[in-house]
């Protein structure tokens, strides 16, 4: 009788990838804010960061997937950690330079090395068991991913957020002094947190040069990306992605600008359960923090639900139809905006917090249903997913348009658009497999 194989130690490794990715993308949204007083920013132009970020998966993944079948997966995750390491690096010189351009290439390249992480280690964890499990493996990954993604905002609201950034007409009033010493604290709040980060994830890259990572995917698979795309599932999957990581981004990106403007920091220093939250979070009183990093700290709650919610999730989609739990918890996303939009203060902010619970099964799940059955195809297939990522890149900067010209209120509206389609898209696998 021939035992079943034991991917345990893979699957953990590959867990960390995902903790990593999830942890660098939100740490990135802390910049936003930060970025846009820095340099005098519109919302749309703030929004222009997340292009940069997210862009790189809309030019990279499918030479991603190709490179892969060249050096293989284990080369390729090395390969991207290293280029994650090199972005996070160039953040050092873009924080002493203040030039916007610099902190774009430096964004651009840590996404690049991420996206090559993506292509690689979603279909391997997809593989690594029964394929009826797969949503629930990836769901489980996915929740060590959004682990990182709560953990980074209180991380940036600590490092990067804490203090007052003073506007150009600020730093040019202070004498030669204090303006140096201005900029070297502004350029170290910066520098630090990313440089160890890139000595982290050199750490890893070395753990995996020595790692023994199971060949169970066909590196060397047949059939091309025409050949994929024929597959209406895949294509209406490559939409939901799409439209979920740009629901998710705008959503995550601008939360404390939207918190700003529902002018939460005085009613958060009014309410002593809100200010015993964010003292402990900050560690530190309010009166000596900046409001970004007064509200800013919230918005661990939003990636915290997506990290509970996939620990659940993961549970969940084992033992129900994954379409029906996508469709359910899709609408109570669109359920929890709404309220937001027709709300203020505390019960408009925890509501739009909420939403990150029901963003959590969506990635996996989505992706996961979208590979079924796609047998050689999946890792081709896994490229045009994520390339459907640069959703992060379209969605925020659409969104900021909108709050520009509209107010927040008005821009939230796009992102139940999205949401209502990844209903459709749960509601057509659920109908799917009623009929099988």
Sequence with gaps: MSQKPNYQSSFILLTVLFFLWGFITVLVDSLIPRLRELFTLTYFQAG??????????????IPAGYLLSKIGYKRGIVFGLLTMAIGCLLFYPAASLRIFGVFMLAYFTLAAGMTILQVAANP????????DGASSRLNLSQAFNSLGTAIAPAIGALFILSDAIKTEAEIAALNNIDREQYLLNEASAVQMPFIALAVFIAFIALVFVFAKLPS????????TYWQALSNKKLVLGVLGI?????AEVAIGSYLVNYFLDLN????????????SISEKLLNAELSSKDGKAIVGVFVTFYWSGAMIGRF???????????????????SLAVTMIVISINSVGLLSMWS????GLFNSIMFPTIFTLSLDGLG????KASGLLCTAIVGGAVIPPLFGKLTDLFGFQMALILVVACYCYIIYFGYLNLKKTQQT
């Design 48 to 61: 222009l960061v997340q292009f940069a970020f997210f862009g790189a998966y809309f030019l990279l993944s």
């Design 124 to 131: 391997f964890v997809s593989v690594l068991g029964s394929e």
């Design 216 to 223: 169970i995917i066909n590196e060397k698979s047949t059939g």
């Design 242 to 246: 799409f439209f979920y990581v740009g």
């Design 264 to 275: 939460l920091v005085d009613l958060i220093k009014n309410n002593s359960l809100m200010t």
């Design 312 to 330: 659940i999730g993961s549970y969940l989609t084992k033992i129900f139809n994954p379409g029906k739990i996508l469709g359910i918890f899709a």
């Design 352 to 355: 739009i917090l909420a939403v």
């Design 376 to 379: 050689e195809l999946k890792p």
